[in-house]
T-cell receptor, first 110, second 109 residues
């Protein structure tokens, strides 16, 4: 069964550093998403992406975040200058009404 | 504001003891109601989508039902491997998925 993959599984970074989280969505899907889950809290929507542009973004997705689809298979989330409160699990998902989630990247900001 | 509330927050069952998890939602123009299973440190794993009131879906020991205000996930004769957090999410008319906090289920042998 096709699945969404994410790399790395765990990223540790210093506050103020840039990180790039990578995702390979399911190959025939056209809608892509990033979500985050702070430990013990709800899964929260960050951004959706369709037709090579952002279709919707939440209040969390401020100027320090960006997304890109650099080629036909990868979908990336960049955090320009990480803060302590960015520590969370970040999930990529693909699909339209039925979204399939990747295994997540645990981001730890020190 | 679109909102999804799940109860209970945690549920402990003996193996074989059936029960139900509740998901109450307040969303505008519901397009779908989703149930996911999440194991510790993993991504949500899709279980069911329900689209209209009265709809039911089943998979092994799990059955999901939908009314106009709630969804239930019924677990029949659970086994220890059913232990996980079960997430409910609503897809409103023109906004992204809204998740509940989840119900943490523990099934004791």
């Amino acid at each position: 069964e096709p699945e969404v993959t994410q790399t790395p599984s765990h990223q540790v970074t210093q506050m103020g550093q840039e990180v790039i989280l990578r995702c390979v969505p399911i190959s025939n899907h056209l809608y892509f998403y990033w979500y985050r889950q702070i430990l013990g809290q709800k899964v929260e929507f960050l951004v959706s992406f369709y037709n090579n542009e952002i279709s919707e973004k939440s209040e969390i997705f401020d100027d320090q975040f960006s997304v890109e689809r650099p080629d036909g298979s990868n979908f990336t989330l960049k955090i320009r200058s990480t803060k302590l409160e960015d520590s969370a699990m970040y999930f990529c998902a693909s699909g339209r009404d039925r979204q399939f989630f990747g295994p997540g990247t645990r981001l730890t900001v020190l | 504001e679109d909102q999804v509330t799940q109860s209970p927050e945690a549920l402990r069952l003996q193996e074989g003891e059936s029960s139900s998890l509740n998901c109450s939602y307040t969303v505008s123009g519901l397009r779908g109601l989703f149930w996911y299973r999440q194991d510790p440190g993993k991504g949500p794993e899709f279980l069911f989508t329900l689209y209209s009131a009265g709809e039911e879906k089943e998979k092994e020991r799990l059955k999901a039902t939908l009314t106009k205000k709630e969804s239930f996930l019924h677990i029949t004769a659970p086994k220890p491997e059913d232990s996980a957090t079960y997430l409910c999410a609503a897809l409103p008319g023109n906004t992204p998925l809204v998740f509940g906090k989840g119900t943490r289920l523990s099934v004791i042998a």
